[in-house]
């Protein structure tokens, strides 16, 4: 069975740092995306990064990159997020999702109806 498993949101302070975890269980094809997203209260859900199984190719929004960086972890089956220079705008709920698409192509790994599983999200807060 397909489980996606965010962890590591929480209360930052404008500045600061976090590292959100998403463990993958579950999933068969060997060939695969899995992305982050975020959705601030009245607003859609939006594309952050994503990284191929292989960890070869990555891809980020233009809003995230040089203060996120997507990883993994093949041993662990764990993709991070690791964000820094938080800001306010940042404070939304952290999904990850999966699905078998090309990282290479911006506008579906970035897009959120191209992932069919999604993890439960977790909380970043980002305020002094």
């Known amino acids: 069975q397909l489980q996606l498993v965010e962890s590591g949101g929480g209360l930052v302070q404008p500045g600061g740092s976090l590292r959100l975890s998403c463990a993958v269980s579950?999933?068969?094809?060997?060939?695969?995306?899995i992305g982050w997203f975020r959705q601030a209260p009245g607003k859609e859900r939006e594309g952050l990064s994503c990284i191929s199984s292989s960890g070869d190719s990555t891809n980020y929004a233009d809003s995230v990159k040089g203060r996120f960086t997507i990883s993994r972890d093949n041993a662990k089956n764990t993709v991070y997020l690791q964000m820094n220079s938080l800001k306010p705008e940042d404070t939304a709920v952290y999904y990850c999702?999966?699905?078998?698409?090309?990282?290479?192509?911006?506008?579906?790994?970035?897009?959120?109806?191209?992932?069919?599983?999604w993890g439960q999200g977790t909380q970043v807060t980002v305020s002094s």
């Open positions: 999702a999966v699905d078998v698409l090309p990282v290479t192509v911006r506008i579906m790994c970035l897009t959120p109806r191209y992932f069919s599983s």
């Open positions: 579950g999933f068969t094809s060997d060939y695969y995306a």
